[in-house]
């Protein structure tokens, strides 16, 4: 940008004169919904899903009463997904994406015949990798994602049919093409904005999604059966989550506009980009690097509770006064997929030298709640929600912090699919919420009169 051009925005923005925020009475009398939430905090009810269940208390006699959370994917507990892959020693990922889409549990046919077709998936149409990714490349690879995915709009023959059939064959591709086009954005970046070696390593048939992304990412393809679980552990536990969350309701509202599914799922990675959303494993990385540069010794309960006080008051970390990686729109007493995760997580932390950053996570996970309770509607209590352990299990795994928000977009899109073909099949209306005008009348003051 030219310094005249700056300075021209800068006077702009000078001159931008908001009225300001609307106090919380004014949402309360005009019964306007501010994030869409009741006043004790729930989400207003937007539609109806058979997609997931998000459970995370009881309703008592119009109060809440915390339980511990649970996570059904089509009826069915993520727990016991979980459990069953342990059982068997094999991935789940594929299992879990069926189900969300297809709305059953899937057979041993069924479940080959899904990999095999996201096996396929995986081969990206011929140059679009350079032509939409290595001559374009972005230092964001979420903003390259959403990109890409808009950019395969101009490679399908058939992109705005959206009945059953030609949905499913679109999600299905973007299920398989998603993490291919991640480690390529990434490899771009390197080398365009990092001044490192590019590696453009191709998917390996055979491999499951965890293992693929693995072996792609890694210079020499090396990794182990343990690494690769838990990645695929940690993509169950990212494929979905209700639709009400952010990105899932975006995908839902685009949607309903009969708009293409690329256009759908584009804005959904933009939603899930943003800080309050999917960034949230990153904030907890950087909470944790800084938890570990003031406090000396991480077995001091009291130490690290000074330190989290501090945080609270925001006078350290990011001086948000939030204490990442604890919280939730839903849950109360326990997130299961941090209780699954944290479980997985410890399994390799003494092998990968992360026993420290276990224990600072585990602390935080004890101590913060005598701090943030102060802060709750209701007595419902708070608790560690999944991006206190992802960043770590990522970390872990060697993964670069420029992925970890897309490897949640990557797991997600099973999600995403799923409530975009319940929005087409059930709802049949374009979302159109109200905004109450707050603004007075104003007379219209000729050009030459304005001063
Ligand atoms: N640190 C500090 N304050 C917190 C907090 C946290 N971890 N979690 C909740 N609070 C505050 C909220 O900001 C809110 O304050 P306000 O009334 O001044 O707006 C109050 O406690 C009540 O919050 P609640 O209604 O229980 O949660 P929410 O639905 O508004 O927010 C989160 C949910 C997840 C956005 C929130 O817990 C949060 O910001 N957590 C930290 C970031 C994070 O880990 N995000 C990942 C989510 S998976």
Request: hydrophobic share 35%; aromatic share 8%; net charge negative.
């Amino acid at each position: 940008m030219t310094p005249n051009m700056e300075e021209k925005f800068r006077y702009l923005a000078e001159r931008y004169n908001p009225d300001g925020e609307f106090e919380n009475k004014l949402y309360v009398q005009c019964n306007a919904k501010r994030g869409l939430r009741n006043a004790d905090g729930t989400g207003i009810v937007a539609g109806l899903t058979r997609v997931s269940n998000v459970h995370g208390y009881l309703v008592n006699e119009y109060e809440r009463v915390p339980v511990d959370g649970e996570l059904y994917y089509r009826g069915v507990n993520v727990k016991d997904i979980v459990e069953a892959c342990e059982k068997e020693d094999r991935f789940g990922y594929d299992e879990a994406s069926w189900l969300l889409l297809f709305g059953e549990l899937p057979t041993r046919d069924d479940l080959s015949l899904y990999s095999s077709m996201i096996e396929n998936c995986r081969k990206i149409p011929n140059n679009f990798i350079d032509d939409n990714i290595m001559r374009t490349p972005s230092r964001d690879i979420m903003n390259m994602l959403a990109r890409s995915v808009l950019a395969l709009y101009n490679y399908d023959d058939n992109p705005d049919d959206c009945s059953e059939e030609n949905s499913l064959r679109q999600s299905m591709e973007l299920i398989g093409r998603l993490p291919v086009m991640m480690v390529a954005a990434y490899q771009a970046k390197r080398r365009a904005y990092d001044y490192k070696s590019m590696y453009l390593h191709m998917p390996q048939d055979g491999l499951s999604t965890a293992e693929n992304i693995l072996s792609t990412l890694r210079a020499d393809r090396q990794f182990t059966h343990e690494e690769a679980l838990l990645l695929d552990r940690c993509m169950i536990l990212h494929a979905e989550h209700g639709g009400g969350n952010n990105s899932a309701f975006v995908c839902r509202a685009v949607t309903s506009s009969a708009t293409d599914i690329y256009s759908s799922i584009a804005a959904a990675i933009g939603a899930l980009k943003g800080p309050r959303h999917g960034g949230a494993n990153l904030k907890v990385c950087a909470m944790l690097d800084d938890i570990k540069e003031h406090v000396k010794d991480v077995h001091d309960d009291g130490e690290i509770l000074a330190y989290l006080k501090k945080i609270f008051a925001g006078e350290a970390g990011d001086g948000s006064g939030l204490i990442y990686g604890m919280g939730h729109a839903v849950y109360t007493k326990s997130d299961p997929r941090a209780v699954i995760l944290k479980r997985e997580a410890e399994k390799m932390v003494d092998e990968k030298g992360f026993r420290d950053d276990f224990t600072l996570l585990d602390a935080v996970e004890r101590l913060s709640p005598s701090i943030l309770n102060s802060k709750m509607i209701d007595n419902t209590g708070i608790c560690a929600n999944v991006d206190m352990y992802s960043g770590l299990v990522y970390r872990m795994l060697g993964i670069p912090r420029e992925l970890f928000t897309p490897l949640f977009a990557v797991a997600r899109m099973s999600g995403w699919c799923a409530h975009r073909l319940e929005e087409i099949q059930t709802s049949h209306k374009i979302m159109r919420p109200a905004y109450r005008p707050m603004s007075k009348k104003v007379e219209y003051v000729d050009l030459d009169k304005r001063k």
